[in-house]
Nanobody, 125 residues
Framework: QVQLVESGGGSVQAGGSLRLSCVVS????????VGWFRQAPGKEREGVAV???????TYAGSVMGRFTISKDNAKNTLYLQMNSLKPEDTAMYYC???????????????????WGQGTQVTVSS
């Protein structure tokens, strides 16, 4: 079992920045893929950014160029740097991880086995 604990959410104005962190309870290198998802009220959970064990990253089109995913292997911590935030980025953000290769898409929530409790991000206009 893997525990994931997110932090770093908050309220910012449009155009601002936040950095989310996710501490993983075991060696992050042993997880094939780790990433960030978000869910706004009334909407389905969607993939934001994922990084796989070789360091390659995949982003949702809506955040490309604004968000950057990274990990610190020594700290077993995953990050999401969010810049140029927009009101439509408002959501609960979740950290997720899986041991294996995705069957269909890295950004599909149902492809992940381990989840954190989430951290709220609110962007005001």
């Amino acid at each position: 079992q893997v525990q994931l604990v997110e932090s770093g959410g908050g309220s910012v104005q449009a155009g601002g920045s936040l950095r989310l962190s996710c501490v993983v309870s075991r060696n992050i290198n042993l997880l094939y893929r780790v990433g960030w998802f978000r869910q706004a009220p009334g909407k389905e959970r969607e993939g934001v950014a994922v990084i796989v064990s070789d360091g390659s990253a995949t982003y949702a089109g809506s955040v490309m160029g604004r968000f950057t995913i990274s990990k610190d292997n020594a700290k077993n911590t995953l990050y999401l740097q969010m810049n140029s935030l927009k009101p439509e980025d408002t959501a609960m953000y979740y950290c997720a991880a899986s041991d294996g290769v995705a069957r269909f898409s890295l950004l599909r929530a149902d492809e992940y086995d381990y989840w954190g409790q989430g951290t709220q991000v609110t962007v005001s206009s």
